[in-house]
């Protein structure tokens, strides 16, 4: 497991491009037959993708967890941005298409991944987090969010936001997930952009043209800088950070976070003409 320690807001002024590139932007997740897994010091979140082909994929412990298993102490966000696959849990199984979302609470032993093709595999993006206390596995279909829309074409940020763990849907200790779909036509996402010390958050870039990426802006709102992200990458936003993006055509994102406040609507607005 790779592990990632978060720079903080002074080193982040010191940091060129690659520096913030390898501190804050993780590639190469989603290899095909293989689940891979990286830990951020940052409140403790674990990013990872499970990529199924042959056969299942197995969640195993990571010696880093010092966990008898990988769920003892901690709950997992499943994100399917790929081809029909299930996952398994303790002999359960939960049908996941693209979009569907599923929670799976702290103390869940034997948990699998499998495509239902393996030439069109399921991309299962996960996300964890440390979790005091037990709560219900539970899987919500794409066809079952209410979205919200957000934005508008003449400020190119049509958008819908789609949340799935949160304070008024699939209960959790810590996580909260969903994704945003950008409209045709649309390029920004979470424009005006915002900060929440009280949680970190994660970008999952998905469905992006292989030839377009996306441009994500990052930083304090008086100093912002660029992480250019291209398909199935993932950004680490810490609480001091504004996380936006535009992209050079739409794209989708999935935003995950981990704190101490789980109401979606925790954020510190930033007025555009702020921002430097
Ligand atoms: O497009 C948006 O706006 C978002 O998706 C915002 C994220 O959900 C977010 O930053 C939540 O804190
Ligand atoms: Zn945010």
Redesign the pocket.
Known sequence: MRLYQMADAVRYELMNTEDLRDTFLLEELFQPGEIEFAYVDLDRTVIGSAVPTKGALKLETEPELRADYFLERRELGVLNVGGPGSVTIDGKTFDLDKLDCLYVGRGSKDVSFTSNDAANPANFYLLSYPAHAEYPTAMVKFADLKGLE?GSVETCNK?T?YKAIYKEGIKSCQLVM?F?LLASGSNW??MPA?T?MRRS?VYFYFDVDPAHRVFHLMGPPEATSHLVVADKEVVVSPGWSI?AGVGTKNYG?C?G?GGENQA?DD?DGIAIAELR
């Open positions: 957000l958008r936001i969903g945003t996402n979470t915002h929440h958050e996380h994102f935003w976070m979606y954020m």
